[in-house]
């Protein structure tokens, strides 16, 4: 059971400030990669794997522990969570390649444009969907 330690007019906001932190974690995160570790200079799609795993963990503790403030199933959430990002990171792995090789744009600029992406939808799928207390879906 899932249950929210506060329901306040303050969520907008730590979900703004909260994004901000992980949008800033994730834009650093994937250049430093590439441009750190040499196998990811050519295995891009590698370096963004290793990238989208850590920025996954990293989002989920500072929306549930910063945002939503919920106690509980942290599996089911997790879950929740999760399937919003894989649907888009199967968008982002089919994409890249394309716009990359094909489109010939930076990988550092097509994962720009991703994030502006998952900016529009995230709110409202972990607000109505991942972060939901079993007494609002009843």
């Not at 906001?13 to 932190?21: E, T």
């Not at 963004?48 to 850590?54: G, N, P, R, T, Y």
């Not at 522990?65 to 929740?80: I, K, P, Q, S």
């Amino acid at each position: 059971m899932t249950v929210r330690l506060a329901d306040d007019g303050a969520r907008p906001l730590r979900f703004l400030l909260a994004g901000a932190v992980n949008t800033g974690f994730g834009l650093v995160f994937y250049p430093l990669l590439l441009w750190s570790v040499p196998f990811f200079h050519t295995h891009y799609l590698a370096g963004l794997a290793v990238s989208q795993a850590v920025c996954l963990c990293f989002a989920y503790l500072t929306y549930k522990l910063g945002v939503f403030r919920t106690r509980g199933n942290v599996a089911r959430e997790f879950g929740a969570f999760s399937s919003f990002y894989l649907f888009n990171y199967a968008a982002n792995w089919a994409a890249l390649p394309l716009l990359v090789e094909l489109g010939r744009i930076s990988p550092i600029v097509v994962q720009l444009c991703f994030t502006a992406v998952l900016i529009v939808g995230s709110y409202f799928w972990h607000s109505r969907v991942t972060f939901r207390s079993l007494e609002e879906s009843a």
